[in-house]
């Protein structure tokens, strides 16, 4: 059975029980029914059998929720109008925490309905911008309450026109917090870097350009996921704790094929991580390949964009992946998914390899696909996709099994590293002792001109390119 009880007054606490006990003991508990709510009572009675209400636990906490309600939050709330008492809902129904009429949630209710009758009356004074961020800043908060049904309501109106198509940028805070701490700039710099933990985040302004409606897709994006990881997992959760993931992704991928599995941890990473624009500088206090088992302190201290996203680059991606997808096992009980990696000095990819059902898919960044064909055409396409960076352009690639290892150059001599291949529109050779002796005589001689460790190498292996030996 499944209704809205409504009722204009009440001052202490209602109880479950027939709508003649609710009418007769009005008086004693404080409740004032009028004639009219009363048949609506009957009216809501709909399973025949007189009471109101539901043996199952989850009704009881509803209305165990009503005890002893304040009346100050409740007259902001109705101001003369009805509103829900409580909703009954099947006894094998999902929790729904917002619905539960406590103090909390009615002063949560009453906040939210007061926030967008502000924005209305913004929006009719042509103060567009003053609204949006009234209703931006409550769903940001109500997020962080944990209040994601209310929040949902309210980033729903960010989606209406005219918010929608109007511009926003992400790091619009830490932009106008540049401002304050550089007064006589007129120009906030392209790149922001923050520091925190020993890890250095530049972010490109640029690349956090969207509009509201957009934000408040992402948002409401991120409520849908994160009930869905609660519901899958039965307790409450916080999904950028990779614990937490790990734990989810652990129960998701029970019973479900790869590219399922794929499919919902794309979703995860594009709802709640965003790629710096720039790079990341990771703490050196944390070895690379011990980034993974640390994450949950490492991502805390990251900063989040404006739709509440942690930024990153594709090494944190690469950490994410590997420990998000590390609790899920095989029927045989052996770890399912193996993670590997392919990199060239500016870029890195994982490749998932399901022991499970022999396929395997991409994360590159937020991005993922499926690897299809042969174990061959697998691995070359694999490569290509983190070698072929332009048209024409020449790098080195790694392959491993650890972000390390993958590395085609040493992070400390900046050589190339042995077995590294050599790519140019597809592979072209293999990092070997006498390309390395050219390369060292080559820096010796000072052949090598000045620039970026990637343009050196590329400018080097042009040379060995042209002098046939490649």
């Given at each position: 059975m499944n209704m809205i009880i409504r009722a204009p007054e009440f001052r202490r606490e209602v109880r479950p029980g027939t709508v003649e006990e609710l009418s007769a003991r009005g008086e004693r508990v404080g409740v004032s029914i009028s004639?009219?709510?009363?048949?609506?009572?009957?009216?809501?009675?709909?399973?025949?059998?007189?009471?109101?209400?539901?043996?199952s636990s989850e009704v009881e906490a509803l209305w165990r929720g009503l005890d002893r309600?304040?009346?100050?939050?409740?007259?902001?709330?109705?101001?003369?109008?009805?509103?829900?008492?409580?909703?009954?809902?099947?006894?094998?129904?999902?929790?729904?925490?917002d619905l539960r009429a406590s103090p909390e949630s009615m002063r949560t209710i009453a906040g939210t309905d007061r926030a967008l009758a502000r924005a209305t009356e913004l929006e009719r004074s042509g103060r567009g911008d003053a609204a949006r961020e009234l209703l931006r800043t409550t769903g940001d908060s109500l997020l962080e309450r944990g209040e994601r049904f209310e929040a949902a309501r309210v980033f729903r109106r960010l989606q209406e026109p005219p918010n929608r198509d109007r511009p926003v940028n992400l790091l619009d805070r830490e932009m106008e917090a540049?401002?304050?701490?550089?007064?006589?700039?007129?120009?906030?710099?392209?790149?922001?870097?923050?520091?925190?933990?020993?890890?250095?985040?530049?972010?490109?302004?640029?690349?956090?350009?969207?509009?509201?409606?957009?934000?408040?897709?992402?948002?409401?994006?991120q409520i849908e996921q994160h009930d869905r990881m609660e519901r899958v997992l039965g307790r409450s959760i916080d999904p950028r704790d990779p614990n937490d993931a790990r734990d989810y992704f652990t129960a998701f991928s029970t019973g479900r094929g790869t590219d399922a599995?794929?499919?919902?941890?794309?979703?995860?990473l594009r709802n709640f991580y965003a790629h710096a624009g720039n790079n990341v500088s990771w703490t050196t206090d944390i070895p690379?390949?011990?980034?993974?088992?640390?994450?949950?302190?490492?991502?805390?201290?990251?900063?989040?964009?404006?739709?509440?996203?942690?930024?990153?680059?594709?090494?944190?991606?690469?950490?994410?992946?590997?420990?998000?997808?590390?609790?899920?096992?095989?029927?045989?009980?052996?770890?399912?998914?193996?993670?590997?990696?392919?990199?060239?000095?500016?870029?890195?990819?994982?490749?998932?390899?399901?022991?499970?059902?022999?396929?395997?898919?991409?994360v590159n960044n937020a991005s993922t696909h499926m690897l299809e064909g042969t174990s061959e055409a697998r691995g070359l396409s694999l490569l290509r996709e983190v070698g072929e960076v332009g048209e024409d352009q020449t790098t080195l690639v790694g392959v491993g099994r650890s972000v390390t290892d993958a590395r085609p150059i040493d992070e400390e001599t900046g050589r190339p590293r042995l077995g590294s291949i050599i790519w140019h529109d597809g592979p072209r050779g293999v990092v070997g002792l006498d390309f390395l002796d050219r390369f060292d005589a080559a820096e010796r001689n000072h052949q090598i001109p000045p620039g970026t460790r990637p343009q050196r190498l590329e400018w080097f292996i042009r040379q060995e390119m042209e002098a046939g030996r490649l």
């Open positions: 004639e009219e709510e009363l048949r609506g009572l009957r009216e809501a009675d709909l399973d025949g059998n007189g009471v109101i209400g539901d043996s309600y304040d009346t100050d939050a409740r007259r902001d709330r109705v101001q003369g109008r009805a509103y829900d008492l409580a909703r009954v809902i099947a006894p094998n129904a999902d929790p729904l925490r540049y401002r304050r701490d550089h007064p006589g700039s007129t120009d906030v710099p392209r790149i922001l870097s923050t520091e925190r933990g020993g890890t250095y985040t530049h972010m490109d302004t640029r690349e956090f350009a969207t509009t509201y409606g957009e934000l408040a897709s992402r948002r409401l994006a599995v794929r499919g919902e941890y794309e979703q995860y690379a390949d011990r980034r993974h088992a640390s994450l949950d302190s490492i991502l805390s201290r990251q900063p989040r964009d404006g739709a509440g996203r942690t930024i990153i680059d594709c090494e944190g991606y690469a950490d994410i992946t590997r420990h998000v997808l590390s609790g899920a096992r095989t029927s045989t009980g052996e770890e399912r998914f193996a993670v590997g990696y392919a990199s060239r000095p500016t870029h890195i990819i994982s490749a998932v390899g399901d022991r499970e059902t022999g396929r395997a898919f991409v």
